[in-house]
């Protein structure tokens, strides 16, 4: 009874320490950065708005004079007040047209987010390829350390050769530092993706739900909604603009004054009313906006186009290291169950020289190292393809 709860106590630490995709996105720091700084550029872009559309502050006018005729003389002076008021909705208007650009640009400033997250779990899949490979690689080497073991009795009964013996010997050898560099590499690498978050460098990865190898990408979500949200944001700006715009009367200015002038004491009141139908600028700010709807209309078909090509560009990329890779598979499923265990019986009887086994062994490794960046550049793509169509987290 103890020593079943002992192993079940280790099955769960080590259940623990395994580091799946989803925590690693969780975990992820960089997300979390960009989604402050968003937020932080969305609330400076706020106030500048609110300072931009806001009325100028009321004006003061003071003045001081000296008089001087021939019946009078003394000082005077006058104090006054001015005010811009804006008209209508003109103010809200303004914030309006400014507030949905400035939407626009964070909108946009999410597909860091997305280009962030792709980066890691094609980081994650590329390690776990590693892994496997190296785990390939293992055992490789262990069953030819037991060859290595089974020859070197047969050496010291004079059954083979030096020369084999050294072969061999040279092969292990050349074996065991290729896993040691293997082993380096893959501890590295996994160090480097945790690093990219607030897990401990020490986990392993599960490597359990990496994303199968597919011959068609069905995108599960509408792809360049990123684009095409901040776009109808800033299509809706220009709207926005050409009503405000279109107001005949946008403000007029309100004042109120005191002048003492000798013995006089001067009040006065005024409204000034700009003339807008004596200027053009209204309208050519209107001709202006509507020539940016346009452009704005014809970049977006471009970017859409762009997108879709290089959509489709990638799609036929990872259709074709589907196949790729499936015939790799095949080739070396083939080769270590057919012809290698033909070639080790050949070698074992004496009909094949020890160079040629080697030769043999050293193929199969090549075609797994094939397989591997045949698999690599899959997910390179895959996660590129996600990228461009602007596809979130699954």
């Known amino acids: ?31 979390k950065w960009i989604t402050e700084s968003i937020k932080e550029q969305g609330l400076a872009l706020e106030a500048q708005n609110l300072a931009q559309t806001t009325t100028k502050p009321l004006s003061l006018n003071n003045a001081i004079s000296q008089a001087n005729s021939k019946h009078l003389s003394g000082q005077q002076y006058e104090v006054s007040f001015s005010k811009e ?6 103010q809200s208007l303004e914030q309006e047209q400014n507030r949905l650009g400035n939407e626009a640009y964070l909108i ?27 785990n390939n690689f293992q055992e490789m080497y262990n069953k030819f350390v037991k060859l290595y073991q089974k020859k070197e ?24 530092t290729e896993l040691e560099n293997l082993m380096r590499q893959e501890e590295s690498s996994k160090k480097q993706l945790l690093s ?8 392993s990865l599960s490597c359990q739900d990496i994303y199968p190898i597919v011959q068609d990408i069905h995108l599960e979500q509408e792809p360049f909604q990123l684009s095409q949200q901040a776009h109808e944001k800033r299509i ?18 309100l004042s109120m004054g005191y002048a003492k002038e000798l013995e006089q ?22 001709v202006a906006l509507m020539h940016q709807g346009s452009a704005l209309n014809l970049e977006n078909e471009q970017n ?13 990329r990872l259709s074709q290291l589907f196949y790729s890779i499936t015939a790799q598979e095949e080739n070396i499923h083939h080769y270590a169950t057919r012809l290698l265990p033909l070639m080790k019986k050949s070698y074992d009887y004496g009909e094949s020289s020890v160079i040629e086994y080697l030769l043999s062994q050293q193929k199969l490794s090549q075609l797994q190292q094939a397989l591997l960046q045949q698999q690599k550049g899959y997910y390179a793509t895959l996660f590129q393809l996600y990228t461009i169509s602007e596809t979130k987290d699954k």
């Open 85 to 90: 008021l804006k008209l209508g909705n003109i």
């Open 304 to 316: 859409i186009a762009n997108k879709k090509f290089e959509v489709r560009a990638l799609n036929e």
């Open 153 to 176: 009795k047969a050496y010291q009964y004079n059954e083979i050769a030096k020369t084999e013996m050294l072969q061999l010997e040279l092969e292990k050898n050349r074996l065991k």
């Open 265 to 286: 004491d001067i009040y006065t009141v005024g409204v000034t009313v700009p003339l807008n139908f004596t200027s053009d600028k209204s309208e050519q700010e209107r």
């Open 236 to 253: 809706s700006s220009t709207q926005v603009g050409l009503q405000r715009y279109s107001k005949k009367i946008e403000s007029i200015e």
């Open 108 to 134: 946009e400033q999410e597909q860091n987010l997305i280009h962030f997250n792709n980066r890691l779990k094609n980081l994650y899949h590329q390690q776990c390829l590693d892994k496997t490979y190296l």
């Open 196 to 203: 990219l978050t607030q897990l401990e460098t020490t986990r």
């Open 1 to 31: 009874m103890k020593r079943i709860i002992m192993t079940l106590i280790l099955l769960q630490s080590l259940h623990a320490s395994v580091v799946t995709l989803e925590d690693v996105l969780h975990n992820a720091e960089q997300p």
